[in-house]
């Protein structure tokens, strides 16, 4: 890694951490402030590097440039004045017998190049970027050059294309993994759904109990600042939450629970971003032990335990830490999630780069 881009990770992480300092251990406004933090990372909209100087309108222009010095037995076999290929398929007693597979694959291009020719006037004498060549030793001589250029280039076009296809399907798997995280798999109209996003909306101990959390970020936020005794604001003086002993309206409070996290989004994601917002949320863990048995929480609570009590009100992750050692056992779903988003975005990044290089 870079020196830059390290400092520039690790600027990033210490700014995650600084806030948490700041707050008063097991205070809920810091799960809170670690929550919108994933929040945050989950939401922000990633921009694909664009790759602006596609070489495939060069080759295209070289094709057609090609097809204008062509003999005039090769440009006849096409009808350029149609909407589509015309005719559909090579001439049966123009393709050779050796050769009638290749024809056909690269018939429609041909035919192409023939209707952008015909399209730009070229070697018409109507633009002085496609003079006429009018000496026919000349024609043959730049017709050689060219497909020369042709065969030289056109591997490069379809790495390229190659590339762009990668792109689009590497941001696809992004959007899929961010999505995720924050709502869980089976999420609808941007909302955790139950089982696989929120293990219920019927109480919070339906909801949050042991063994329950990790399926999103949104589920375990909510589990962090509703609990089961009253509407005490203790995540957040900008969210009223709901006494969680019934179902919980989750449309309507996860919307304001969203809205009570101010902090401005950063105008790019990045995998940096990420790495610094699961850097902050494992700060905040607690490692509580309890007869050698190590628990591990996020939230307030005096003891071990997350009832889901005014003075319990906390997100257990025990089941995903060692019970002894209290480190990572096993990932996190939603944590998971992001990890691999990052990884993603590192490759995107890489792809993009590939692209411009080869466009060069």
């Known amino acids: ?212 959390p990790g399926k999103s970020i949104a589920a375990d936020f909510l589990c962090a600042c509703n609990n089961n005794a009253d509407t005490t604001k203790q995540c957040s003086p900008l969210y009223t939450p709901h006494t969680w002993t019934s179902n919980i309206d989750v449309n309507t409070k996860w919307l304001l629970l969203k809205s009570s996290c101010k902090k401005p989004f950063p105008a790019a994601l990045s995998a940096a971003a990420i790495h610094g917002a699961l850097a902050a949320f494992a700060a905040q863990l607690q490692h509580k032990d309890n007869a050698g048995t190590k628990h591990t929480i996020l939230g307030l609570s005096g003891d071990h335990q997350c009832t889901g009590a005014a003075a319990k009100l906390c997100v257990d992750y025990t089941a995903y830490f060692d019970k002894t050692t209290g480190h990572t056992a096993t990932k996190i779903p939603w944590k998971e999630k992001l990890e691999k988003a990052a990884a993603t975005i590192t490759e995107l990044e890489a792809k993009a780069l590939e692209g411009r290089n080869l466009a060069r």
């Open 1 to 212: 890694m870079a020196l830059s881009m390290w400092l520039n990770h690790c600027a990033l992480i210490v700014a995650a951490l600084l806030p948490l300092a700041e707050t008063a251990a097991n205070d809920n406004a810091a799960a809170h402030r670690v929550y919108c933090g994933l929040l945050t990372v989950a939401t922000t909209p990633y921009t694909t590097s664009d790759l602006n100087d596609d070489p495939s309108t060069a080759f295209n222009t070289i094709l057609a440039m090609n097809f204008s010095t062509s003999s005039n037995d090769w440009t006849a076999m096409f009808d350029t004045s149609k909407d589509e290929v015309s005719p559909k398929k090579p001439p049966e007693g123009k393709t050779p017998a050796t050769d009638k597979e290749t024809w056909a694959k690269m018939w429609p291009e041909w035919w192409a190049a023939g209707g952008r020719c015909v399209t730009e006037k070229m070697g018409k004498g109507d633009k002085t970027a496609y003079p006429p060549i009018s000496k026919p030793a000349q024609k043959r001589q730049a017709h050689r050059e060219l497909q020369k250029l042709i065969d030289a280039t056109r591997q490069l076009v379809t790495q390229y294309q190659t590339v762009k296809t990668d792109l689009k399907t590497k941001k696809a798997q992004l959007d899929s993994y961010l999505t995720e995280a924050l709502l869980g798999e089976g999420n609808t109209d941007g909302l955790p759904t139950t089982p696989k996003g929120i293990a219920a909306v019927t109480s919070w101990a339906n909801a949050c109990g042991a063994n329950l």
